[in-house]
């Protein structure tokens, strides 16, 4: 992540149709004029890939078919089906680029997207990088993941571990769960932020990508009917596809219409840098993490901001795997603490660690009809910041291992580790957000 395109983190933030929008948990940094410049330009690259998509997405279709039509008479003749799948192929992409374009047109007013031609101050198209095209490929597949019902069973192991563990933390019978504030970092395209508001609970999500932000704005705010628009997001596997319907298979989405069905408890988003935006100790009730702790260059980091952020007595519930990010990204800093670390390292910072599990089977993403299905053994716990807590990080001395509840590990055997599963990977360098509503 380069200097020039980090911009500082303002704290805005959206809620979803039907819910207010009443929780202001830190001040609201103003950005200055340059860093609101980087801001606005960052965007605009967003948007940009978001444009391309299709012409990008049709380059690959067409080198393809140039091999194709050098082959020998006789193998084209032996591969007019396949010819005929790419043309299907096409299609799918020209829909989803539809989809995409509705969404930006939707979302113009809300976020300072601009009109059809990217230009910068100086008049120069924006330039766009192949690693967004390639976020704006998985942005499709998140949108899948969070509000598809071909993705249900993969929410199903990633979030409901969670849910009830908050709903056994908080339960309805002992709390107003109104008054319970749970936030969500790394809340992707909002579905669990979503499912706890839900249940009553006042909940925020945070991001800090415009991919992620323009898409969850879409479905929580924008999308009015259920299972409205249809996508298509693994058409850009070209391997490992058993049959050719099963790389053009369609899904639909939103399974469920936030806009129809809003949460009983208030629901927001807030855009920025988790680390900036969330710098005020003792707020929260709850934090709960779901594939976010290894987007960071130093884990502690997020771990002690997370304790900071946490009432005394507060609970963190956090599930997935130890991907870390930004260990294969050339010029990143990184670190890589195993579970074994990290388990010591929590209690350094002064959580409690009420259960531990090793070995929860889940998926990210995942084609479900794909040759190649890869499945993560992730890591379950519950922690809990000590009633008595005073801000600050707690003596290393102070952790022992009595009141772990259940270590386990449920052996299964996880197969073909992604490290791409993440539409806005932070190195994007965009640190900022959208425009209030
Ligand atoms: C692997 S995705 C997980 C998304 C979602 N929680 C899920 O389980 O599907 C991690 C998300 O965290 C976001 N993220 C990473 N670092 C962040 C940070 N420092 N502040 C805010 N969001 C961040 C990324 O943009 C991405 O959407």
Redesign the pocket.
């Known amino acids: 992540m380069n200097n020039t395109q980090k911009a500082s983190c303002s704290h805005n933030r959206t809620s979803a149709q039907g819910a207010s929008n009443n929780v202001s948990t830190a001040d609201p940094p103003i950005l200055n004029p340059e860093e609101a410049e980087a801001d606005r330009k960052h965007m605009q690259k967003i948007v940009a890939a978001l444009r391309y998509y299709q012409k990008y997405c049709f380059a690959r279709v067409n080198q393809t078919e140039i091999y194709l039509n050098s082959l020998p008479k006789r193998h084209q003749d032996m591969l007019v089906e396949y010819r005929n799948h790419l043309r299907v192929i096409r299609d799918c992409i020209h829909e989803n680029q539809a989809v995409i374009k509705k969404m930006l047109r939707d979302n113009v007013g809300f976020m300072d997207i601009g009109g059809s031609e990217q230009k910068d101050k100086d008049g120069y198209n924006t330039k766009i990088d192949q690693q967004d095209l390639e976020h704006a490929q998985s942005t499709l597949k998140?949108i899948a993941?969070?509000w598809s019902t071909s993705c249900a069973e993969e929410r199903e192991q990633?979030y409901k571990p969670i849910i009830d563990a908050v709903e056994e933390f908080f339960k309805p019978d002992d709390y107003a769960l109104n008054e319970v504030k749970i936030l969500?970092?790394?809340?992707?395209?909002g579905r669990?932020t979503y499912e706890l508001a839900c249940r009553g609970y006042e909940c925020e999500g945070?991001?800090?990508?415009y991919f992620?932000l323009i898409a969850s704005h879409f479905v929580l705010n924008l999308c009015t009917e259920e299972n409205k628009y249809t996508l298509y997001p693994w058409v850009h596997q070209n391997v490992n596809n058993l049959r050719m319907s099963h790389q053009v298979a369609p899904i639909r989405f939103p399974d469920i219409c936030p806009a129809k069905n809003p949460p009983k408890g208030n629901i927001m988003i807030a855009a920025?840098?988790?680390?900036e935006v969330y710098t005020a100790p003792n707020v929260y009730d709850c934090v709960a993490?779901?594939?976010?702790i290894d987007?960071?260059n130093n884990i502690v980091d997020f771990i002690e901001t997370i304790y900071r952020i946490l009432k005394p007595g507060g609970i963190w519930v956090n599930l997935?795997p130890l991907l870390y990010h930004f260990s294969d990204i050339h010029g990143e800093n990184s670190i890589e603490p195993t579970y074994e670390n990290l388990e010591l390292i929590i209690r350094m910072v002064g959580f409690e660690v009420l259960r531990s599990q090793t070995g929860i089977r889940t998926k990210?993403a995942q084609n479900p009809q794909s040759m190649l299905k890869s499945e993560y053994e992730s890591l379950f716990w519950i922690c809990r910041k000590p009633t008595n807590a005073v801000d600050g990080i707690a003596d290393s001395s102070q952790y022992d291992d009595d009141n772990v509840e259940d270590v386990q590990n449920t052996g299964a055997n996880g197969v073909g580790i992604s490290n791409n599963?993440?539409?806005?990977?932070?190195n994007n360098g965009y640190r900022n957000a959208y425009q209030h509503q």
């Not at 599963?421 to 932070?426: F, V």
């Open positions: 998140l993941r969070d990633s969500v970092p790394g809340a992707g395209l669990l945070n991001e800090f990508s992620m920025g840098d988790f680390l993490t779901s594939f976010f987007c960071a997935g990210y599963h993440c539409a806005g990977r932070y």
